[in-house]
């Protein structure tokens, strides 16, 4: 594909940057706060992206035919604030975004951002954006696009909105047509896809505690009549002989099932409890497991485990959940160790393992983690930008930006 121009809104380490310069587009402006990843994109793409984008006047940015921005998750997030785009000093990232589009009729754009977006302050959020880009002249789908790494075969469930726009003034109110073809389900998808079986490095082998709690875990659930654990094992109510009035219905009920659970394995739970010391050198969080592998697995030792305030969850080898800022790295059952920074990479599609170009993560684990727990994965970006461009990208638009400026 000829060559076309891209700027990298809230670049981050750089996740759209791979995606366009695999399509062939050379990056003329990257915009980023944080000086660990300004670092690492330094590092792997050789120019600065040290610039707070509300100082950049418009008119100095570079004419570019492509607008990459997975702008700011925070106030959009469930996790986070949840005030919008009436958030001042959040919100109004997006209108950044709109103030260079101003300028700049930037012929296509492309952003990412958190599932929640659509649904946030009742859809007003999305209304907002939607009607934002359509004053500024440009098409975008009808419905809002969700995408995800394992829809694609790349084991990760990451859902994301994006939206993708083609400025053309006089047609906004024509949908953008995209087609996708068939994506994967959950299960078609497999971890093992993005792992070393080779022996990691020994900082990742889980310590001899997370060692004992997950042996310990196993046990329990090969001594137990219960294949299928519906419901959170809290071992402190094994033998809870209080009053259950006054209790929340749900935390009623889950004592219940727990209270029935030992009932109908008292022998052999009384056996295990003894043989862990009524699980004394537990962390309280680790009296819990979630059981979520239905019959798929019949080993904890299969699955991915997390570490987690609920508990000790334990999931299907198909797919990691979405990486986020992680705290709680994924251990891989079968292996005994956690996830890597490479593997961490890989499934968000960041060439790690290119012999000739290679992605360099941050050396600092804890920062590559979560660099790569905020970036965006390069191959839904790829495919999402070949539907954005269909055949035509450089040629049409070169034409009409000489046209209108
Ligand atoms: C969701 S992350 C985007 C990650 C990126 N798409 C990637 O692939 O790595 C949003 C980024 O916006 C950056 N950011 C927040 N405010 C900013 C500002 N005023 N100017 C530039 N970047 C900003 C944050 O530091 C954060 O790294």
New binding site residues.
Partial sequence: MEQFTFI??????????QAMERLGGRCVFA????PF?NAVYEKNYHMSSD????NKRAEDIPAHDVL??????QAFSKAGRQDGLEDKTRGT?FF?IVRILKYHRTPYILL?NVRNLVSHDSGRTWAVIQESLKELGYRTTKEPLILSPHYFGIPQIRERVFILGKYDKDRVDEPLVVDFGTYRTKASNSIYDVLDESAADPCYAISDYEEMVLQAWDEFYQGIDLKVIGFPVWADFFRYEGSLEGMPAWKAGFIRKNQKLYRDNRAFIDRWLKKYHDLEEFAPTHHKMEWQCGTRIDSLWDGVIQFRPSGVRVKTPDCFQSLVAMVQIPIIGKYRRKLTVEEAARLQSFPVDDKEDPFLPDENRQQAYK?FG???NVEVVRRAAEQLFGEKLPAEKQKRRAGEK
Avoid: M, W
């Fill in positions: 990298d809104l809230f670049s981050g380490i750089g996740g759209f940057h915009s980023e706060i944080d990843c610039v707070d984008i509300r990459c921005a997975g702008f700011p998750c990232l950044e990412e660099q905020n970036s965006v």
